[in-house]
């Protein structure tokens, strides 16, 4: 049984990639009756897994069978698979609902675009460019803003949405961007070619995170650093087994301090975020509670007794921190239990469950989609979801910052637990590795 989960956005960004290479290839293909079908046949088995399992038995007071209607006629005048995806993803975006989205069916075709962006205050910069790309070619570089993709503006609520547009659902091959470069007061454009391959792995339900040039291993291990007496978990996600979590945090057994970093962390299985919580309390503490079609028990953090961590803690968080990262640093500023510094979250708080589905029988299509099953209420009465955390301290790096390479925020939680790090060094720790 897969665990239940509390996952943000920014995985989509992930697995929706390799639905770009989709609609890249299938772009190409005919588009037939028995295609438009098997897309209708599609939208309908996503439509009953939202009415059998949503948490919202009034779906947040939507016609769900107004709205499946409206989008199966206009999968009646789609001329293509990739904009018959659009609309069944369309249809669940339209819920507002951070937890609730289609996985639409993986491939063997990767699309890189050479770079990587993220929210950090109300702008969008650049934090990674890939060598040898035809974005280093044409001038990107890291510290640039980005103004806006292919003329869609950019601000921070709307960033996934532009991600998502350009991973799952353009047909391009190349993008726009209105750059603004430090010291700079104009924009200046440059259109950036992307990469296009194929894969040779297997394509089953499995494949949806692989299936992308956005994933690389080295960048979803747990990382680990000391310095003084403090240490820093630079900890990628959730989603891992519980029962690894004590041989995790046996490696900060003897450090006076620990920095957590969830800078970048998505989310992930709901008991191991009760595990790792329980080794920060010397008693039980109730994280939060679900509130869904049916009564459902609360997030608890059971004390790990003995082997509970009594140094002091620091929690880093940005805009891409989402849902279980989220709660535990909520967590933290509530039973004030440590400190919170860095960027607001993002405010991609529920609990929800990933639905794995599939059509054909002879050549069979996998596809999926995580439905919500919970809201998370935390113990003041309140729900982060598109609200997020708000840090005890609000640091960010400038555009310098990151064009140098130096990582205040680091620098400052080593600060914070008595111990120095120079800003630069800070930077180097833990690097962004491309595929």
Not at 217 to 223: F, I, L, S, V
Not at 298 to 320: F, I
Not at 393 to 419: F, H, K, M, Q, W
Request: net charge neutral; proline share 4%.
């Amino acid at each position: 049984m897969k665990l239940p989960f509390i996952n943000s956005l920014t995985p989509i960004f992930v697995l929706l990639a390799c639905c770009a290479a989709l609609l890249n290839t299938a772009s190409a293909q005919s588009f037939d009756g028995m295609e438009r079908n098997r897309m209708k046949d599609m939208l309908s088995v996503v439509k009953n897994d939202i009415k059998k399992r949503y948490y919202d038995p009034t779906f947040h007071g939507i016609n769900m069978d107004e709205r499946f209607k409206k989008a199966a006629e206009r999968l009646d005048q789609v001329k293509s698979a990739p904009e018959a995806l659009a609309v069944i993803a369309q249809t669940l975006i339209d819920f507002n609902d951070s937890h609730l989205y289609f996985m639409p069916p993986s491939t063997n075709v990767e699309v890189e675009y050479g770079w990587r962006m993220e929210a950090i205050g109300d702008k969008t910069y650049i934090t990674s460019v890939r060598p040898k790309s035809d974005a280093e070619a044409k001038g990107l570089k890291v510290g640039d803003q980005i103004v806006s993709v292919s003329g869609f503006k950019l601000n921070r609520s709307e960033l996934w949405k532009v991600e998502y547009y350009y991973n799952a659902i353009s047909r391009r091959n190349g993008l726009v961007l209105e750059v603004l470069s430090p010291g700079e007061t104009t924009p200046h454009k440059l259109e950036i070619a992307s990469e296009i391959k194929r894969t040779p792995q297997k394509i089953d339900s499995r494949t949806f995170r692989m299936s992308t040039g956005f994933y690389n291993e080295e960048n979803y291990k747990h990382r680990f650093e000391k310095f003084g007496g403090a240490a820093v978990w630079r900890m990628p996600g959730f989603d891992f087994e519980p029962t690894q979590v004590d041989d995790l945090m046996s490696r900060f057994k003897d450090s006076q301090g620990l920095i957590i970093d969830l800078r970048g962390n998505g989310g992930g299985y709901t008991k191991t975020l009760e595990r790792l919580a329980g080794f920060f309390f010397d008693k039980d503490v109730q994280i939060a509670e679900l509130k869904g079609r049916k009564k459902m028990d609360p997030m608890v953090a059971k004390t790990r007794g003995k082997d509970v961590y009594t140094g002091k803690l620091v929690v880093l968080v940005d805009s891409r921190s989402g849902s279980a990262a989220e709660i535990f640093a909520r967590l933290v500023q509530l039973e004030k239990r440590g400190v919170v510094i860095g960027d607001r979250s993002a405010g991609a708080v529920m609990q929800a469950e990933e639905v794995d589905e599939a059509l054909g029988t002879e050549s069979v299509v996998p596809f999926g989609l995580s439905v919500t099953n919970a809201d998370v209420i935390m113990s003041d009465g309140k729900s982060l979801e598109h609200v997020g955390v708000t840090p005890d301290e609000y640091i960010v790096p400038t555009a310098e910052d990151l064009s140098a390479g130096r990582d205040p925020v680091l620098a400052r939680a080593a600060e914070e637990l008595g111990t120095k790090i120079d800003p630069s060094a800070a930077g180097k720790l833990f690097p962004y590795y491309w595929k």
